[in-house]
């Protein structure tokens, strides 16, 4: 079974600045997907960006990107330039290959963004 | 519609009492997944359909829950003899291949 782990609860920073949310995760297959998705108080889950585990270049959505180290099975993700509406929790995604696959989420990361 | 769609927003019933929660997926999407979200919590996975194939029930926590997908389309979660641990926030999504999973604004459940 996978798991995913998300080891911080609550995050925060200042407006304009840059922060790294931290997931790790535990799969024995070679071939997945990852996603980050954002859950803002109005509870809507948005997908922000997806890793395909294949690729080794790590993907980026204007001011998201993310750390992907597979062999490290980390997966992290930075927002820079940071703004108000981005406060929200944040969860990290597992899906079993091929897709659509079970989807697996972590605790999640409350951010909140100071002015 | 072009989003996928969960109905009723809000739900209050009475403890003791069947619900039926409703999710329609995006149209083509052969996934569709249902979770439980308790206030201030993650998302707890319960069932997960793909195209015709068994339904993964693995996350069910009890017989008192049941799901249903017709086809590729709409699907229902019944919960019987509803008690006030089932109030949470219940969340559907969908998915096609090579897509992230979709979700609903979800629905609220309250169990008085």
């Known amino acids: 079974a996978q798991t995913v782990t998300q080891s911080q609860p609550e995050m925060s920073v200042q407006e304009a600045e840059t922060v790294t949310l931290s997931c790790t995760y535990d799969?024995?297959?070679?071939?997945?997907?990852l996603f980050w998705y954002k859950q803002p108080p109005s509870r809507q889950m948005i997908l922000v960006i997806r890793q395909e585990a294949y690729k080794q270049q790590n993907a980026t959505e204007n001011r998201f990107s993310v750390n992907f180290q597979k062999a490290a099975k980390s997966f992290s993700l930075k927002i820079s330039d940071s703004q108000l509406g981005d406060t929200a929790m944040y969860f990290c995604?597992?899906?079993?290959?091929?897709?659509?696959?079970?989807?697996?989420f972590g605790q999640g990361t409350i951010l909140t963004v100071h002015p | 519609g072009a989003g996928v769609s969960q109905s009723p927003s809000n739900k209050v019933t009475e403890k003791g009492k069947d619900v039926e929660l409703r999710c329609d997926p995006i149209?083509?999407?052969?996934?569709l997944y249902w979770y439980r979200q308790r206030l201030g919590q993650g998302l707890e996975f319960l069932i997960y359909f793909q195209g015709n194939s068994a339904p993964d029930k693995s996350g069910l926590p009890s017989d008192r829950f049941s799901a249903e997908r017709t086809g590729e389309s709409v699907s229902t979660l019944t919960i019987q003899r509803t008690q006030q641990e089932d109030s949470a926030v219940y969340l559907c999504?969908?998915?096609?291949?090579?897509?992230?999973?979709?979700f609903g604004q979800g629905t609220r459940l309250t169990v008085v």
């Open positions: 999504a969908s998915s096609k291949p090579g897509s992230g999973a979709f």
């Open positions: 799969t024995s297959e070679n071939n997945y997907y």
């Open positions: 149209s083509g999407h052969t996934a």
């Open positions: 995604a597992f899906m079993k290959s091929p897709s659509p696959g079970k989807l697996t």
